[in-house]
Each structure stands twice: as structure tokens, then as C-alpha cells.
């Protein structure tokens, strides 16, 4: 039986759901983009050679530049309005006109089916054929860092997305092509892009491959060739592969962060639409499942989730609901839909989850009509165990993140995953600290790619609350969680890392070129470091211990977004000092204090809303240094605050921060922390604003008073 005669699952479906009123959004927003690609009188020609879409971007102000049909010519900055003219950003907009003939096909491939849209479904034909006719003839090209070539992108990655977009395309409308036009959609399109897929599949685990293999897979299956389908789905680093090992135990993706998490994810399940209900259907696989439930557990307060790595937008629980109607379609868990009446922002009868800052998402996807199911059954247990998600502390030891929720909507984050390969920042053990969605000491993600702070600032450790050796990145290390606990005063989390051996999780199934290894081996040979941090009410401790087999420098880096409360001189004098071997420029009005240990005054910063109060101890003599650093977007400023020690053995350095949403905290506190280094390992701090504390760092709970 030809997948023509088969019925697809989806489709029906979203015929069912097109007759329901809750679906008329969704239904709306599609014959929107319908209209809109079927307005498009776009050519497409033999000399099409797609530029990478990071070049699209503003060099001044990170902009992303604004695509537009009828000018092919001019790339106009969405920012600051500045024209961008010559052959890169012209190539670019030729690879982005072809993302939009690809989804612009998926849309009018399904909008046609669901109104019987004949001219949009002849306008798909001639669109698939156009392609067939072209394919062969382009040109395979590219050379971005990272990336496997294209024919008609300049990387394998666009590739694969743009046939996944038409492969679920002539999968809906195959069996209204005659038998000549889907054997030339075939011959000319699907099988030439199947091989030169299988050409550059990518030897490793990473978000790419997944996309890669996913269509390989789909066009495998559409062009009923086992062969090329088992290609995609089996052997080492096929779709099979990416999903057992890139998908860490309680289901983060490796690559750490939900922005790459749900990248992977797309094109996994977009094949898995195509193989509903046949043979090669994927949903007894037990890591996508995972991949869903993980998530749940990592909604901060505000709705967002962690920005890290080298995630550039900030994202929200909105953004991933199209994958959550999914999943309640897939595997009827109560928690999904709860998930999507929060995104929605449905009333019922409970009171709906309080994300203080989100505002609720239309209901209007693809992927909620397609799979929307009813949402008006709660479910009260179900409701509960998501709100529990939200506002208790979370700790995975496998994905490597422990959040600790605090009062006034404080919220830490502490990493100490598995290395996250290409797209890992070299910060193990690094913290991200805000409240209610005011960053206060936040990880700051990345600028778009193609800025200069991306590789020259925000890929590096320096740009990162943790610690740096010798003012060089952290090799790649796996970091472990060594104890979390709920206790009756809060919450805490003890975690390490040391480089001690060169192993690591994903060692030998990621590729990392050797010009994009910045690194210094030999500066954290034989390094440990370990750091645990307690929350209570508003009061994050965060004790910090560095074992340094021999003479280094170590610094523990602080990135605080906010302005210092009182006259510049709290920091110290002006300096010339080296901060790292990172670009001086990055450093504005370098100051730098030296500090006997404890001698050192509270620091009150301002943030965008409310103070946060510093109180900084160190167990022996140390430099402050400190400069006003790039933020994100690009624009905003942080006060880097870098507590350097030089000498072997261990350091301890200690904070504790207050947040006060009020804003009443007045610089000049008086706050004396006295603290003394036991030779059992412990660090017994005697006097402090939380008064007494015995912290560790092998995993026992702090014990107060
Ligand atoms: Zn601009
Ligand atoms: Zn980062």
C-alpha cells in the first residue's frame, strides 16, 4: 500500500478539530499563512545558493534584518533601520526565501486539504516539481563553523528542515498528484536529497544529527525505501542513537538547555506525524517521553525557562505549548493539558497556577489543530504535581540543574550537568539568580551568532558566575551533584567538578574542532572546585571551595545586573589590570580594591526592580577587580565583580545575597561575616547576616545555628 492510500492520521484529525469553535483561532492563523504563501510570486532559479541565516543580523545592533519579497536587494536592520546591501545578505535572503516555500507549502498543503483548496494545492504541486526540476543542479556549498554543507542552504541542517517541511507536504497531498508528477517529485527531489543527506550525516550526537537523521528518515519512509529509512533511523549516530544518548536521564537534552531540547525534539516528532499508526510508528519510544516530562520541572516563577548556553531568546512555557498538544494526544497525560490551561491561560474551577509576569498564549498552532485535544477536564492531582513543579525546589542529578525557589520570587538555578558539547559555555557549577523575572545575577544566554560577543564574550567562562583558573575557559568536565535537600528552613544544593581525568559523558560521540576548543588543559589540570548554595526566604548562601594542586590564579566571577549603590571608590581605585585573556575592550572602568579576609564592606546593587545586598568573605588575602561588562541583548550593561586569589592549596569564598523586592536596603549596612575553615573539610561560619552556619561540600546539608 502506497502512503497515498494510507490515511494520515494527523490530517483527520485536524479535519475533526477545523469543526470545533475552540480550534477556530488555529484555523484562522493557518489559511492566514496559507493566503500568505500562496501570495508569494516567488521564481525560484539554478543559480539559488542559500547564505547562513546568522549573517542576517544587524553588525551594530545584533537587529535581526527584516525579510521582505519584494526586496531582494535590501536588508533593512528591524532595530535601527539601517540598509544592508551586497551578495552575503542577498544569499541570505535567498536560503530564507526557500524556508518560506517550504513552510509556506506545509501551510497551504494542509489549509488546502482542510478547505479543499484546489489552487493551493495545485500551487504545492508546482512548488514540489519546481524543486525536482532544480535539486540536482545545485550547487553543494558552505563553510560555516560547525556544519555539514548544503545544495540549496549553506548548511545539511537547513537542508533537512526545509524537506522536512515538504515531505509532510506531498505526504498529505501525494494522492492527488498523478502517477508522472510524484514519480518526478520522487525522482528529482526526495531520493537526490535522501543521498546527499546520507552524504553528510553527521558522526556525532548533537541537535543537528537528530534534524539530519529525522529526514532522512521521513523521506525514507514517503519514498517507501527501507533502505534509506533504516539509514536515517539506525545504526551509530542514527535517529535511534541521538535519542538513547543525547537524552540524558530525566530527559533534558545533552546540549542543556530547553531552547536546543525542543529544537531536537521538532523534527523527531514531525516524523513521527508522518508514521502514525504504521509500522515505524515512534511513540513506544520511551525517551521522547521523557523529553516532554523533563520540562515540566524547570518552569521558573515567571514562566520562563533558564536561558543558558548558547540560547539567545528568552522563552516561555507559550512558546513550547504546540509540543505539550502533542503530547496529550501521544500519551494522555494529565499534566500536559494542565501544562496547556496554564500556557493558555484557561480558567476553571481551580485556581490556575500564578506566573507573576506571563501572559497567556493564544491557542492557535499547527500542532493545536492537528492534535488539540478537549482542555476543559481539569485534573486536580495533576494541577498540583505542576504547581509543586513551580514552587518547590527541583534538582536533577542526571540533567544536571538544581533550581531552588526562595521568597519574593527568588529563584537559583545551579548547573552541574554532563559537558553539552558545541553549545556548552565552559561554566560548570555556574548560578543564574533572579526574582520574578528581574535578573539579578542571571545567565545571560548568547547574542545571535554572528555578533562578536558571541564567540568573543559570552562563549567563554569569564562571562559566567563560577570560577575560572589562570583567567582561561574550563576544559570540558562533567560536573556532579553531590547532595539536594528540602529542609524545613529552605532549600540547598552541593555540587563539584574537577579535572582530574580527561573523561567525560559525551567524549567520544561529539565532535569538537579544534579551533573552537579555547580552553587551557594545562591551567585546571588537577583542579577541583565545588560549591554549595542554600536559599532561604530571600537569602541565597553560596559557598564556593577551589583546590589548586599548585601555584594559579583563581577567580570566582560574579556578573551582577545592576547599578552599585554609593560612590565608585567602594571598588577601589582604577586599574590596569588584566581581567583575562578575553579582549581589554570588554572591560569598562576596570577598578580594583585589595581585600584582607573578611575585610569587606556589603555591596547594595539596584537591580530593575528592588536591591540585592552583597556580603563577601574570603579565606584568604584576595583582589577585587571589577568593570562594567556587556549584557543581553546587546546594550545592557553588568557590573562584573572578580574576587581573585593567587597561590596552590584551597580557597573558600562565601556570599550571601539579600533580595528585597521594596527596595529599602541603604548602603552603609554593617555586615561582618567570620568564618573559619575546619580541618575536617568544613567551613564553620560563626558570625553572618544568617547568624551561625556550618556549610560542606561533600554533600551534607547545611546545619544553622
Ligand atoms: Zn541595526
Ligand atoms: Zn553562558
Known amino acids: 500500500m502506497s502512503p497515498g492510500q494510507q490515511h494520515v492520521g494527523f490530517l483527520e484529525r485536524a479535519c475533526a478539530n477545523a469543526r470545533l469553535p475552540e480550534f477556530a483561532p488555529a484555523l484562522e492563523r493557518l489559511r492566514l499563512k496559507a493566503e500568505e504563501a500562496f501570495a508569494v510570486r516567488f521564481r525560484m532559479s539554478a543559480g ?10 544587524c553588525r551594530e545592533d545584533a537587529g535581526r534584518l527584516m525579510f521582505d519579497w519584494s526586496r531582494p536587494r535590501e536588508h533593512r536592520c528591524s532595530v535601527c533601520g539601517r540598509v544592508y546591501t551586497g551578495q552575503r545578505y542577498d544569499a541570505c535572503w535567498i536560503g530564507l526565501a526557500h524556508h518560506s516555500m517550504g513552510t509556506g507549502a506545509f501551510h497551504m498543503a494542509l489549509c488546502g486539504s482542510l478547505d479543499g483548496r484546489e489552487d493551493y494545492i495545485r500551487r504545492v504541486r508546482d512548488i514540489l516539481l519546481d524543486y525536482a526540476r532544480y535539486y540536482e543542479g545545485w550547487e553543494i556549498h558552505g563553510d560555516i563553523p560547525y556544519n555539514g554543507p548544503g545544495k540549496l542552504f549553506a548548511q545539511t541542517l537547513e537542508e533537512a528542515h526545509w524537506i522536512l517541511e515538504l515531505g509532510l507536504a506531498f505526504l498529505m497531498l501525494r494522492s492527488s498528484f498523478d502517477a508522472a508528477e510524484e514519480e518526478a517529485v520522487c525522482r528529482g527531489l526526495l531520493r537526490p536529497c535522501a543521498d546527499f543527506l546520507i552524504a553528510h550525516k553527521e558522526a556525532q550526537i548533537h541537535n543537528h544529527a537528530v534534524l539530519i537523521t529525522s529526514a532522512i528518515s521521513l523521506l525514507g519512509f514517503l519514498l517507501e525505501d527501507e533502505e534509506i529509512h533504516r539509514a536515517g533511523l539506525e545504526g551509530e549516530y542514527g ?47 520511551e525517551p521522547i517521553r521523557r523529553m516532554l516530562d523533563f520540562p515540566l520541572r524547570f518552569i521558573q516563577p515567571d514562566g520562563t ?36 490551561r496554564t500556557a493558555y491561560g484557561l480558567e476553571g474551577a481551580l485556581p490556575p497556577l500564578s506566573l ?14 492537528c492534535f488539540g485535544m478537549n482542555l476543559e477536564a481539569e485534573d486536580g492531582e495533576a494541577m498540583k504535581e505542576l504547581r509543586r513543579f513551580v514552587e518547590q525546589p527541583q534538582s536533577s542529578a542526571g540533567s544536571g540543574l538544581t533550581r531552588l525557589p526562595g521568597a519574593e520570587g527568588l529563584h537559583l538555578t545551579v548547573k552541574h550537568g554532563p559537558f553539552g558539547g558545541e553549545h556548552d559555555h565552559m561554566d560548570q557549577l555556574n548560578l543564574s539568580l533572579s526574582a520574578w523575572g528581574i535578573p539579578l545575577l542571571e545567565d545571560a544566554g548568547t547574542v545571535p551568532y554572528a555578533m562578536p560577543l558571541h564567540y568573543g564574550w559570552f562563549k567563554h567562562t569569564f562571562s559566567h558566575n563560577t570560577v575560572a583558573v589562570n583567567g582561561m575557559d574550563q576544559p570540558p568536565a562533567d560536573g556532579r551533584r553531590l547532595g539536594f535537600g528540602r529542609e524545613a528552613w529552605g532549600s540547598w544544593v552541593c555540587a563539584a567538578v574537577d579535572w582530574k581525568q580527561e573523561d567525560y559523558l559525551l567524549k567520544d560521540c561529539i565532535v569538537l574542532p579544534e579551533e573552537l576548543r579555547p580552553w587551557d588543559e594545562p591551567s585546571y589540570q588537577g583542579v577541583e572546585l565545588a560549591r554549595t548554595c542554600l536559599v532561604r526566604d530571600n537569602w541565597v548562601v553560596d559557598a564556593v571551595k577551589v583546590h589548586l594542586p599548585d601555584r594559579r590564579q583563581a577567580d570566582l566571577l560574579l556578573h551582577v545586573d545592576g547599578t552599585l549603590e554609593g560612590t565608585p571608590d567602594l571598588l577601589g581605585e582604577p586599574t590596569e589590570e588584566t581581567f583575562c585573556r578575553l579582549d581589554p575592550a570588554l572591560f569598562r572602568n576596570p577598578r580594583c580594591l585589595s581585600l584582607e579576609p573578611g575585610a569587606v564592606k556589603p555591596l547594595v546593587w539596584a537591580a530593575d526592580k528592588g536591591k540585592l545586598t552583597q556580603y563577601a568573605w574570603c579565606s584568604r588575602p584576595s583582589t577585587l577587580l571589577s568593570a562594567i561588562t556587556p549584557g543581553n541583548p546587546a546594550g545592557r550593561r553588568r557590573h562584573t565583580l572578580v574576587r581573585r586569589v593567587e597561590g596552590g592549596g584551597v580557597t573558600v569564598f562565601l556570599h550571601f545575597f539579600h533580595y528585597d523586592a521594596a527596595g529599602s536596603a541603604k548602603c552603609g549596612l554593617q555586615g561582618v561575616i567570620r568564618a573559619e575553615l575546619g580541618e575536617d573539610g568544613r567551613l564553620m561560619v560563626e558570625e553572618s547576616p544568617l547568624g551561625r552556619i556550618v556549610l560542606a561540600w561533600n554533600g551534607e546539608a547545611p546545619v544553622f545555628g
Open 305 to 340: 525557562f533558564l536561558r543558558r548556553h548558547d540560547a539567545t531568546s528568552v522563552v516561555n512555557i507559550g512558546t513550547y505549548a504546540p509540543y505539550y498538544e502533542l503530547g496529550l494526544a501521544w500519551f494522555g497525560d494529565a499534566r500536559y493539558r494542565a501544562y496547556l
Open 48 to 57: 539559488d545558493r542559500g547564505e547562513w541565516g546568522h549573517y542576517y543580523h
Open 356 to 369: 507573576p509576569g506571563y501572559r497567556p498564549m493564544e491557542r492557535d498552532s499547527v500542532f493545536a489543530l
Open 239 to 285: 535517529l535511534l542513537d541521538q535519542l538513547q544518548r543525547g537524552v540524558l536521564e530525566d530527559g533534558l537534552w545533552y546540549e542543556g538547555v530547553v531552547h536546543y531540547h525542543f529544537y531536537a525534539l521538532h523534527p523527531i516528532l514531525q516524523y513521527g506525524w508522518a508514521v502514525e499508526n504504521t509500522p515505524w510508528d515512534i511513540r513506544g519510544m
